[in-house]
């Protein structure tokens, strides 16, 4: 075996913000087998993309017998070329392991053949970092925000499934769970849940095990919400945010999901994340930034969501 390979770990939207870059290197390496490797999170997406002739998810392995047969893998399949995106210590690691004989090695690793060594490479946002380390390498990259509307689009049948009432507005109230300051209040959500509903729009509430509690104070203050919560994997957001009339969550993954979609999206971010370095991007997507997050006025975030471009019924 030999061709390509393409490292890209996660977390969701650096994923998400990774995909043009993927089409680059496709297109630079028209013919080429091309491999990613990535983590089981981000298997059936990385699929869905139609871009990989290979996806591994051995990308973080657990144990040192795991990590010892993922080298042994490497060096096995002989790649020319290597695009570590995730330009991590962890993907870094794999280059060493693999020296005498590593293939050329785009990324950060030191003694890479093709070096991303700018030193102000990490105040650059994810997007424009990516394409100057891929233009570097030689490989055509713009800077643009991720288009995922084909996949959504392609991926549609999956709303059958939620019996969505439309118009449909997504609320996505959760985010890391060690990091509090980038959540905007539960009960906020549930004020703005309740416009919603008197507007006419159908609140859908997406998230995880954590936002539980969160979705059930939204659904008492908001009659006719719709509740997520544990039922969507990454397809199916991406399905729900191409007909989304407008969405509204924290600096979380599945915001890049929704607004690499194309819905209309709202971004609310605090002070412990920089939307200059890691915000979705796009035409219909906008953000707040206050001081204290948890001090954003309801009325502030209904006049932004209400700014946003108007999707057709």
């Known amino acids: 075996m030999s061709g390509i390979l393409v490292i890209k770990f996660g977390a969701l939207g650096d994923f998400v913000q990774a995909t043009g870059p993927f089409a680059a290197i496709r297109k630079h390496h028209a013919g080429e087998r091309l491999t990613l490797l990535t983590t089981t999170p981000y298997l059936a997406l990385a699929r869905a993309l139609n871009v990989f002739d290979d996806v591994w ?58 070096s991303h060594a700018n030193p102000k490479r990490d105040f650059l946002h994810t997007i424009e970092r990516q394409a100057e380390q891929l233009r570097l390498a030689g490989v055509v990259a713009e800077a643009s925000p991720p288009d995922l509307s084909a996949l959504a689009a392609r991926e549609s049948a999956r709303l059958a499934k ?34 919603l509903a008197q507007e006419g729009l159908t609140p859908a509430i997406i998230g995880g095990a954590p936002e539980t509690e969160i ?23 991406l399905a729900l945010g191409a007909k989304a009339r407008l969405a509204v969550g924290n600096d979380t993954g599945p915001m890049h999901l929704i607004a690499a979609a194309g819905a209309p999206a709202l971004v609310l971010f605090g002070r412990e994340s920089d939307p200059a370095l890691c915000a979705p991007r796009g035409e219909n997507v906008a953000l707040l ?13 209904a006049a932004a969501l209400a700014r946003l471009p108007a999707r057709a019924s």
Request: charged content about 20%; cysteine-free.
């Open 57 to 114: 998810d051995d990308g973080r392995p657990k144990s040192f017998a795991a990590q010892i047969a993922l080298i042994l893998k490497l060096r096995g399949a002989r790649f020319e070329r290597v695009y570590d995106l995730q330009t991590s210590e962890r993907s870094s690691f794999l280059f060493q392991m693999l020296r005498p004989g590593a293939p050329e090695w785009s990324g950060i690793a030191r003694g890479a053949s093709h």
């Open 162 to 195: 939620f019996s969505l009432k439309e118009p449909y507005a997504l609320l996505v109230p959760g985010g890391s769970p060690h990091r509090p300051g980038k959540r905007w209040p539960a009960q906020n959500y549930a004020a703005l849940a309740a416009r």
């Open 215 to 237: 979705a059930q104070t939204i659904l008492a203050a908001a009659r006719g919400a719709q509740n997520l919560v544990g039922q969507t994997d990454f397809l199916d957001i």
């Open 289 to 301: 930034r206050p001081d204290l997050l948890a001090a954003l006025p309801v009325e502030d975030v």
